[in-house]
């Protein structure tokens, strides 16, 4: 990859932290014990991604969307590959879109070092799509393709939304809070 | 038995799950000092500085000099290792409907990593002597506590007779020291099971006092082939160089986390090996037994295959790549090793470096399988199928109509503090970024170390009445299909992993974050990660006094239970 794509990938990664709206945390209210219909939380809303507009593509400046974080389906409940890293699925939904019809979204996962880049799909007519990682730390991105094009390995068009998974967050305490006179380059940052 | 009023129940648990430790022989508790962490081990026992495996956060000054606001204990501290008689393996008791196993517990000698100690064992074994039997038997178990300590014997899934349960003042008296208790196991489901201690866990279940109880298929063809049959029991245990680290002497301390173990064992040892011919299809038994941690198991890349869960085998067989284990759940998994070689046993994890903010891979080797030779009974092509086991789902049916009632109960998992160190305070207000599904390592270990069950009290909150852990005394009658959802709150003080066990009782997972379960067995015990609502499905059949707690020892003894009532309307069930 080129200096001025990893000077521009990392850029991204920085507004995507900037931007970053934590999503709530509090559990959907109970149902009325006598009703016979239960009421499901949609997803696990802790490790929910907010996916923030970039506001740079026409038709997609006031996109909301957000990314549903639940574990793969296994008999232990919760998921992990082999390495112990969480597999995860992540329902991409979006709205506030209007594309041209040759246009098309596509959503993506991509480690912070944009190091490694996993398709999850083009978005349906519904702006829904559904796909899995075992990223520990990654960002989401939806970007606009040509609608018909090949899937491929890197998205071509511009980034519309991004969001970050919620183990994201973590930084070093190094040179921060209880630990500000740490200096940061003895733990190598 | 009658039952006592529910705040009369909740003063007499928490009196007795606080039970002071019984002064050991020779023993003088009064001498715990703080301020003491460079002192050797002398004639008392004083606390140390906790071990700080891989930790890279620098200590911070106000906590340098703290120790927890209890004092240290170990069972046999000071006395001659050598007066112990020397534990020896596990053996496999077979027992038929009617028999009687006369089983203690009691103080033994082991070497662990070179280093002799004083722990625990039932029946002078490690893991404890594996009661084995047909599903429908009944057994007799006669212990008798050799210990220094109260104590009583939880027989772990086993749905049998509420007075046999092992809950001190709730089903039974403490067994004092010297004193004997019988129990009468009944074994309904086949599986694997296990028992330990229900008084201060955190000690003696750490120190041993755990064993396997394998119930065997009455049926033909209930599993598929396998060459051989191993049991697993998965734990850890928290050493440094003068042994064994010491426990809290009237509360645990790892209170927040739980007390992560730094030395594996696998059936009780560092080193375990099993030796098998190439080819084979062999079935664990898996068992985790650690107070807290939560196992990743792999096979050094042989084929998993996972067969049945706690308390039943799933729906359908499932391949797995790894083996996902939270304390006190059992699994049954086939594992083919289908070629020659030496396979490690391992837990592969993501930890946490909190100070860093970065996950850190780590694997801890278990054990190994050393595969040669070739095996004569190939049953490698019926491993490769995954069977539907019709009976399990056809139980299931039953149930199915229940999956999407409402909630009869919402319970929320959380945590309330009183007077933890107020660094640690600070620290968990800054540090509240992220917080992992589940916990796979000690992240903190000094400020873990210093919180005391006094001071962290892990609560589980009735969201429909308001009542807290003990408080709660659910009224369930035999024949009622409960179902509990369980919401782990993330933006409590210090949200974690909770492995939720109900006692005497079935359940099934029916959603997990509001997504459907495809593949269910009965369970005990489920984990609840963070931020996580599992709805779970309880089968009532078996009338008396239960609890349902959180299975990381200390969080258990920090109050992180609940209690319920299950009555038998039956006519011929009157005064039961």
């Not at chain 1, 038709?59 to 112990?84: C, H, M, N, T």
């Not at chain 2, 772990?156 to 004997?180: C, K, S, Y």
Request: proline share 6%; with cysteine; glycine share 8%.
């Amino acid at each position: 990859m080129s200096e001025k794509f990893l000077a521009r990938a990392g850029f991204l990664v920085l507004v995507a932290v900037s931007l970053m709206v934590f999503p709530g945390q509090q559990a959907e209210s109970a149902p009325d014990s006598l009703d016979p219909v239960c009421e499901l939380a949609a997803s696990n809303d802790y490790y929910e991604i907010d996916l923030v507009t970039t506001r740079k593509v026409s038709g997609a400046r006031l996109a909301k969307g957000v990314g549903e974080v639940s574990y793969a389906q296994s008999p232990f409940g919760i998921s992990l590959s082999e390495d112990g890293s969480y597999l995860v699925n992540i329902d991409v939904s979006m709205s506030n879109v209007k594309l041209a019809d040759d246009k098309a979204l596509v959503a993506w996962v991509t480690t912070p070092q944009l190091d490694q880049i996993i398709r999850l799909g083009q978005l349906d007519e519904n702006l829904k799509v559904s796909g899995q990682t075992d990223f520990n730390k990654f960002l989401l991105v939806i970007t606009l393709e040509p609608r018909d094009m090949e899937p491929g390995a890197m998205w071509t068009g511009p980034v519309v939304s991004r969001g970050m998974s919620r183990s994201g967050l973590m930084h070093t305490m190094a040179g921060h809070g209880p630990f500000e006179t740490e200096p940061c380059a003895v733990y190598g940052y | 038995m009658s039952f006592l009023k529910p705040r009369i129940l909740v003063a007499t648990l928490s009196l007795l799950l606080a039970l002071p430790v019984a002064a050991q022989d020779g023993m003088d508790h009064s001498m715990h000092m703080h301020h003491n962490h460079d002192m050797p081990m002398g004639d008392s026992l004083v606390w140390r500085m906790a071990p700080m495996d891989g930790m890279t956060m620098p200590m911070m000054p106000e906590m340098m000099d703290d120790v927890p606001e209890t004092g240290a204990f170990l069972p046999g501290f000071g006395m001659d290792v050598s007066m112990y008689p020397e534990a020896r393996p596990s053996e496999i008791i077979d027992m038929a409907d009617g028999d009687t196993l006369h089983m203690d517990a009691s103080l033994v000698r082991r070497t662990i990593n070179g280093q002799e100690l004083v722990m625990m064992a039932y029946g002078g074994m490690y893991p404890g002597p594996l009661i084995r039997a047909d599903r429908g038997s009944r057994v007799i178990v006669e212990f008798t506590n050799n210990i220094d300590m109260p104590t009583t014997v939880h027989w772990h899934g086993l749905r049998l007779e509420n007075a046999f349960d092992g809950i001190p003042g709730m089903t039974q008296p403490p067994v004092e020291t010297g004193e004997t208790f019988t129990y009468e196991l009944d074994f309904p489901d086949t599986g694997m099971y296990w028992y330990h201690p229900h008084m201060r866990e955190d000690v003696q279940q750490d120190l041993g006092l755990y064993g396997n109880m394998l119930v065997d298929p009455t049926e033909d063809g209930y599993y598929g082939p396998a060459n051989r049959e191993v049991p697993l029991i998965l734990d850890d245990i928290l050493m440094d160089g003068n042994g064994l680290y010491p426990y809290g002497e009237t509360t645990p301390t790892h209170a927040l986390m739980g007390r992560f173990g730094n030395v594996m064992l696998l059936n009780g040892i560092t080193d375990y090996n099993l030796d098998i011919e190439a080819g084979e299809v062999v079935r664990f038994y898996l068992t985790n037994v650690a107070n807290t941690r939560t196992f990743n198991v792999n096979f050094g890349g042989a084929r998993i295959k996972v067969i049945a869960d706690d308390v039943s085998k799933f729906e359908r067989e499932q391949f797995v790549s790894s083996v996902v284990i939270g304390p006190a759940e059992r699994y049954i998994v086939d594992v083919h090793f289908d070629e020659e070689g030496t396979f490690e046993i391992t837990n592969a994890i993501q930890g946490i470096d909190h100070f860093r903010g970065t996950f850190v891979p780590e694997t801890h080797v278990l054990g190994t399988v050393t595969a040669s030779g070739a095996v004569a009974d190939d049953h490698g092509e019926a491993f490769a199928e995954a069977r539907a086991n019709e009976d399990t789902i056809a139980d299931i049916d039953n149930f199915r109509r229940y999956f999407d009632k409402a909630p009869d109960h919402n319970l929320r998992l959380t945590i309330e503090t009183n007077d933890l160190h107020p660094m640690t305070m600070r620290m968990m207000e800054v540090d509240t970024l992220y917080f992992p599904p589940i916990e796979w390592n000690e992240g903190m270990p000094m400020m873990n170390w210093l919180s005391t069950g006094d001071e962290a009290k892990w609560t589980l909150l009735d969201e429909d009445t308001g009542q807290k852990s003990m408080e709660i005394n659910w009224q369930w009658e035999v024949g009622d299909v409960v179902k509990i959802r369980v919401f782990n709150d993330p933006s409590s003080f210090h949200p974690m992993n909770h492995p939720f066990h109900v006692h005497g009782q079935r359940f099934v997972v029916t959603h997990i974050d509001g997504v459907p379960n495809r593949n269910m067995g009965w369970k005990d015990t489920v984990i609840i990660p963070v931020g996580s609502t599992i709805d779970i499905l309880v089968d009532v059949t078996n009338p008396g006094k239960w609890m349902a707690h959180c299975h990381i020892a200390e969080h258990l003894h920090a109050g992180m239970m609940l209690g319920f009532e299950v009555r038998d309307p039956s006519p011929d069930s009157a005064g039961r």
